[in-house]
């Protein structure tokens, strides 16, 4: 089976115009972080074609006419097959992976593996990235960091650190955490889990099945409730069902509920930056 994502031709320019990046276009850790940080900022994390019962087509073509010509996001798979093609046409080497998503689980295996994350590799460079545009939660990256055990990172006012933990396989267990503050303010923060991976690279065929199973599954969150996230430099909005919240750069955190369909239309379209496509109903 062809790797379609690496076979087919790639518009780097509107996808560079679309994400506002005007820097160099060099395969070196800056161009790197600079472009993982433009794309957190400029393409919305969204759920609305799972949400209307489509799986979201992750074919080139189609990830470029939806998150780059149009007024959308999408999820991880989206996010990071998009980035990923970006990152192979600046001159990057990306090793596509798989991650359990332990946010509020009790232990790293209670979930399956159902994050895409990207392990990206800079010429001449021997030290590798972890990177990741599709995480759609406050404790995601927003630059990328590297693979390195033990140090905290502090990504354009994030801090994120990656640990070991012991598993069963034959691979290091690796996981990403967040420092979050209290949000009462008394007392300091703590270190959060968002997700575990090992560096084994999958396929295209592999996010087929993941990405159908996320967005048809009824059991699968984002195949029954809307969930859209924004980020600004100072901002980032979490629409999740029909709460809204919105987290400060300073730590302050408002809440409320959205009670009518027009609203939440309205706000995706003026907040987040998101046309809601027919046939789409927010607020059950």
């Known amino acids: 089976m062809p790797d379609i994502a690496r076979t087919t031709s790639f518009d780097l320019d509107a996808y560079l115009k679309r994400i506002g990046w005007e820097g160099e276009r060099r395969a070196d850790a800056a161009t790197l972080r600079g472009v993982h940080l433009a794309h957190a900022w400029a393409i919305p994390f969204e759920n609305l074609d799972p949400l209307r019962g489509r799986a979201p087509s992750l074919e080139p073509a189609a990830l470029t006419d939806k998150l780059v010509h149009s007024r959308r996001g999408g999820y991880c798979y989206e996010h990071n097959t998009l980035f990923a093609r970006a990152l192979e046409e600046l001159g990057f080497g990306v090793t596509r992976l798989t991650a359990r998503v332990v946010v509020g689980a009790d232990t790293l295996t209670d979930r399956p593996r159902t994050h895409m994350a990207l392990l990206v590799h800079a010429p001449g460079d021997p030290q590798p990235y972890l990177a990741d545009v599709g995480f759609g939660a ?135 930056g998101i046309t809601v496509p027919d046939g789409v109903t927010l607020l059950e």
């Open 138 to 272: 406050i404790g995601a990256l927003l630059e990328p960091v590297p693979l390195i055990a033990d140090t905290e990172f502090h990504d354009a006012g994030r801090r994120h650190r990656l640990v070991h933990a012991p598993h069963r396989g034959p691979l290091e267990l690796w996981v990403l955490e967040a420092y979050q503050e209290r949000r009462d303010g008394a007392g300091p923060g703590s270190w959060a889990a968002q997700y575990a991976f090992t560096v084994e690279p999958f396929e295209a065929s592999d996010y087929e099945v993941i990405n159908w199973y996320i967005a048809t599954s009824p059991r699968s969150p984002f195949s029954r409730r809307p969930y859209a996230q924004s980020l600004t430099p100072g901002r980032h909005l979490l629409l999740d069902g029909r709460v809204l919240t919105e987290t400060r750069a300073d730590g302050t955190v408002t809440q409320r509920e959205l009670t009518h369909e027009e609203e939440a239309r309205r706000i995706l379209d003026e907040d987040f």
